[in-house]
């Protein structure tokens, strides 16, 4: 039984008392060793609709190859709301999560962790709920400001709400709008740094993130099926 499905009905005010209770238990504590696998997860839906697409995919360090990949599909009435959206998006991710066999050291989501009003972005959430090692990487803040950043690739500087840093500007790609990582759970701000760097190519985002996202739009689609299938 899927013990989020309950999300999919649960009333926003009761959504927002979940999160603060959930942040009790966030840990920054760093990552053990060096990952040997990454995987990316993303969803995709049609405007209007509340079917949902989930796809988690496996990549290999340090090559970048996929190796495995997750594909669910499941309806949820839980209307998009922002600061909400691991709610609508949480069930469906859950059922790829536990289909996936063979399971990678980090899951970096398309989404925030720490940077997040709340603290509780769709990777921080959902790394407390599958008690793993999460990040979020995210193409625009949801919260917090930051310094002036260097144009080149690689270059970084702390994203912060208030006096409290919530996650890292990353410069992605020279000269381009940057992303935001941020810690989810089991990993520290070191961490997000370090595995987002491994994961970059010549894009923007992480080819986690960009192949996560093809896979739900295939799936979307009905290019793809769902299912788990290891290469």
């Known amino acids: 039984m899927n ?4 999300y999919k009905t649960i009333k926003p005010v009761e959504a927002k008392k979940v999160q603060q209770q959930l942040r009790q238990k966030i840990s920054l504590e760093p990552f053990d060793g060096d990952p040997e696998y990454v995987a990316g997860a993303d969803i995709s839906f049609n405007r209007g609709s509340d079917m949902m697409h989930a796809a988690i995919i496996v990549l290999r360090l340090p ?3 996929p190796v495995a990949h997750s594909l669910v599909s499941e309806e949820t009435p839980f209307p998009y709301i922002p600061g909400l959206l691991a709610f609508r998006e949480l069930p469906v991710l859950w059922k790829a999560w536990q289909q996936l066999q063979l399971k990678p050291d980090v899951l970096i989501m398309d989404g925030h962790g720490l940077a997040h009003p709340r603290r509780m972005g769709i990777a921080t959430h959902f790394g407390i709920e599958i008690d ?3 990040m979020g990487c995210a193409k625009n803040i949801l919260t917090g400001s930051h310094d002036e950043l260097a144009a080149k690739k690689g270059a970084s500087v702390a994203l912060m709400d ?6 890292l500007t990353l410069r992605s790609r020279t000269n381009v709008n940057p992303v935001y ?8 701000f070191d961490d997000t740094y370090k595995i987002a760097m491994k994961t970059l190519t010549k894009y923007k985002l992480p080819r986690t993130t960009r192949l996560a996202h093809k896979w739900a739009n295939r799936l979307r689609r ?4 769902e299912g ?4």
Request: aromatic content about 10%; hydrophobic content about 25%; overall charge negative.
């Open 222 to 225: 009905g290019e793809a099926e």
């Open 228 to 231: 788990y299938v290891e290469q």
């Open 132 to 134: 793993w090692p999460t």
């Open 162 to 167: 208030g006096d409290e840093q919530v996650g």
């Open 63 to 65: 090559d970048l190859q």
């Open 181 to 188: 990582i941020s810690p989810g759970h089991k990993v520290s």
């Open 3 to 6: 013990p989020l499905e309950y």
